[in-house]
């Protein structure tokens, strides 16, 4: 009989498994203490605490529990979802230590650099340490390919266990027969493409800080900038272009650039994913631009930004404010469908949307065909009937979050069309914003933003099966107190 919540063998293997997490969560972590050193800052010792602490419990976590190792899907769920909190947290206390600001404030920022959301709670991030801009930075990088994903391939022996990790994460697709080889391969395709794009903003004439930080940010698809005006303080056109690729390339499949030098280029051509990311850049492009009456790089800049989830802009909060409310829910469009699956990008993802839709052409079809049609298909692609139900389950409860969400942002802020705009960009991990997202914001919303920054990034299903599972537990667990106390009442 299967157990709907979790034993004390499960917390063992659950325990045994997160202390690997929490090794590689504190060996990332110490790495910024580079860029203290050669900058010569001396702040970021401090903050070597968080991660040593860290690293010294996940040993202990990983040695006490190692006999126990047989994961099961349920267990690698809750895995994911607490590793992305736990790195969230870590990262957090370093920022409260270094920079003396609340929990709730740092929390944010750190979630918010770890899914690539690109929020932030600072007005002026010019005025941080070198140290810290690379933190947030370096989070956005190892969390554009995953947090789980990273610390099973570099410390988790391959087998069974590897692929419920890598399942847990929201991901399926395999470009190799083993998941270890698969995550090698990804791997070293976003270190050339990250080496590609440094190299690239180097020779737009960027300094090397500036070109390590900023090719972090967007290959991941995070956003989030150095500068107080993001990618608009360069005031370059090639450095806008040379963004605009990287972006792209961050939410292609990682199954689609391993397969580009084998076609010549053709597998991404061929993507259905990316034909309709490019139809949907140029039709929005052509809208908005019609709308707005921008110039043709604003308007296409923040489009392929909305997309691809990335939320690195050229035009400041207040001013994406006051563009024309029709252009803005273009833009929302685009923040909910995403790029592709199987790359770093958040939002529903662009496969998802052409299932759904192909779903609504099967259920027509099926209404006047004489005969029923159990499967569809597009650009050599079959769509069967688990995956159009399973598409439009996942459209259907992502809405729910997001239209609920928004009802309580609207209740704080009292601006519909501007909470709603970044709502979408928070559970979407994008991380445009019409700038009322701050400092400034009450609590409440501030947990509630934290938490659909943590359900976007892993897909919301893995952390609804957590969160079920912990409140069974928790009944399970005072059921057992229950009859306990009754024992011992009886036996007196």
Known sequence: ??????????????????????????????????????????????????????????????????????????????????????????????????????????????????????????????????????????????????????????????GTSAFKLYKSEAREEKIKPTIKNTLKKTIEIYLIYTIFGIVLYLLAGLPLFDSVNLTFTTISTGGMSIKNANVGFYNNNIVYLITMILMLLGATSFAVHY???????????????FQVIILSIMISGILVAAITHMAPMNVIFHIVSAVTTTGANIASPSELASWAPASLI?????????????????????????????????????????????????????????????ASSYITVYLMFLIVSWIIMTFYTNDPINSLFDVTSTIGNVGLSTGIINGSLATFPKIMLIFLMWIGRLEIIPILLTIQLGFRTFDQSLKLAKRKFRRIINLR
């Open 1 to 158: 009989m299967r157990k709907n919540y979790l034993s004390k063998q499960d917390i063992r293997i659950i325990l045994h498994f997160l202390g690997y997490i929490m090794v590689g969560t504190g060996i990332i972590l110490m790495l910024p203490i580079f860029i203290d050193l050669y900058y010569l800052e001396d702040s970021y010792l401090i903050g070597l605490i968080p991660p040593a602490l860290s690293i010294g419990l996940g040993l202990l976590l990983v040695e006490k529990f190692k006999e126990h190792d047989k994961l099961k899907f349920k267990h690698g769920m809750f895995i994911s979802s607490v590793a992305w909190l736990w790195a969230g947290f870590v990262g957090a206390i370093i920022m409260m230590l270094m920079l003396d600001i609340s929990f709730i404030d740092a929390f944010f920022e750190s979630v918010s650099a770890w899914t690539g959301s690109g929020l932030t709670m600072f007005n002026d991030v010019e005025i941080l340490p070198r140290s810290i801009l690379f933190l947030r930075s370096l989070e956005q990088w190892i969390g554009g390919l995953g947090v789980v994903i990273i610390f099973i391939s570099l410390l988790i022996k391959p």
């Open 259 to 273: 397969n580009l030098v084998k076609t010549k280029g053709k597998s991404i051509l061929e993507d259905i994913q």
């Open 330 to 390: 273009i833009i929302m469009l685009l923040m909910i469908m995403g790029g592709s699956s199987g790359s770093t990008v958040g939002a529903v993802k662009t496969i998802r949307v052409i299932t759904f839709l192909r779903g609504i052409n099967l259920t027509v079809t099926n209404m006047i065909a004489p005969k029923r049609v159990v499967n569809t298909k597009i650009a050599n692609r079959t769509f069967n009937e688990r995956e159009i139900k399973e």
